[in-house]
Nanobody, 117 residues
Framework: QVPLAESGGGSVQAGGSLRLSCVASADSYRRPYMGWSRQAPGKQREWVSCINTDGTNQVDFVKDRFTISRDAAKNTVYLQMNDLKPEDTALYSC????????????WGRGTQVTVSS
């Protein structure tokens, strides 16, 4: 089984919304933290959001516009992205690991988000 599989990316106009999904294997989903990062061409990877196993601790680095959540019944982590801007254009990858922003054990292949002005 693939550890992490993302979906939901696409092309939208500025101001639009997308919801990304990351379906995890049972082993991946049990990691203490899961989250999202993104990387735009020519730029360093940056952390977007993370959430712990029971959802009691979450960090959204893109304040006010992006929100992470998880559904244990579906082994799925979501990233709701609102009011998208052209600078949000990037490859968004799901990860599972030991803490927010590090100790990553699993990476997904990513889903592309393109925002046009």
């Amino acid at each position: 089984q693939v550890p992490l599989a993302e979906s939901g990316g696409g092309s939208v106009q500025a101001g639009g919304s997308l919801r990304l999904s990351c379906v995890a294997s049972a082993d991946s989903y049990r990691r203490p933290y899961m989250g999202w990062s993104r990387q735009a061409p020519g730029k360093q990877r940056e952390w977007v959001s993370c959430i712990n196993t029971d959802g009691t601790n979450q960090v959204d680095f893109v304040k006010d516009r992006f929100t992470i959540s998880r559904d244990a019944a579906k082994n799925t982590v979501y990233l709701q992205m609102n009011d998208l801007k052209p600078e949000d254009t990037a490859l968004y990858s799901c990860w599972a690991g030991h803490w927010c922003g590090g100790g990553i054990e699993y990476w997904g292949r990513g889903t592309q988000v393109t925002v046009s002005s």
